[in-house]
Each structure stands twice: as structure tokens, then as C-alpha cells.
């Protein structure tokens, strides 16, 4: 198994690039589980830290604003599988609570 690969940028951001022949996509199936912990850092960073099997670990650093980004990003893509789910599609996630 391939993973994506990660490097930083002169400015400090987290760049992932697939790896050459990798099938990537927001659809696609993967059975890799991982845990995810989100947090303020001692430098006044939001970091997304992901662990995965096979000793994956991906810390992800963003400024607070990029991190506000992301959470708008989150609501909004939730927003939308809950359009779906609603409207009978495939929404792959849990079922909503009411």
C-alpha cells in the first residue's frame, strides 16, 4: 500500500500529492482505519494529527484561519450528505440523528 506523499512548502503549508498511479477520490472505498485528534499546538497552531495502521503517523498544522476554513468545509460537506441521505442517495455515513 501506497499512501499519499507530504511535504511542506517554503511558506510552511502541508502539501499532500498522490503518488504517481494512485486512484484517489472523495468515492472511493478504503478499508485503512485511522484515528484522528484535533488540537491547539504550542505555537498557535491547529493541528490534525492522523495515525493509521501500519505506523502512519501525519501531523497536519494549519494557522487559525486556514483551521476556520476547513471547520466551514466540514459543515457545509455535512450539510450536503445530509441533502442526500434525505434524498434517498448514497450517503455512506452513519444514519442522521433526529
Known amino acids: 500500500m501506497q499512501l499519499p506523499s507530504l511535504h511542506k512548502e517554503n511558506d510552511g503549508q ?3 500529492q498522490p503518488r504517481p498511479g494512485a486512484a484517489m477520490g472523495i468515492n472511493k472505498q478504503s478499508d485503512i482505519a485511522a484515528n484522528i485528534q484535533i488540537g491547539p499546538t504550542d505555537a498557535g497552531m491547529v493541528r490534525i494529527y492522523i495515525e493509521a495502521e501500519g505506523g502512519v503517523d501525519l501531523p497536519l498544522d ?3 484561519e486556514e ?23 448514497k450517503s455512506g455515513g452513519k444514519p442522521r440523528r433526529r
Open 62 to 64: 494549519f494557522d487559525p
Open 67 to 89: 483551521a476556520e476554513e476547513i471547520a466551514e468545509e466540514l459543515r457545509a460537506a455535512a450539510e450536503a450528505a445530509r441533502l442526500m441521505a434525505d434524498q434517498g442517495g
Open 14 to 16: 502541508n502539501i499532500i
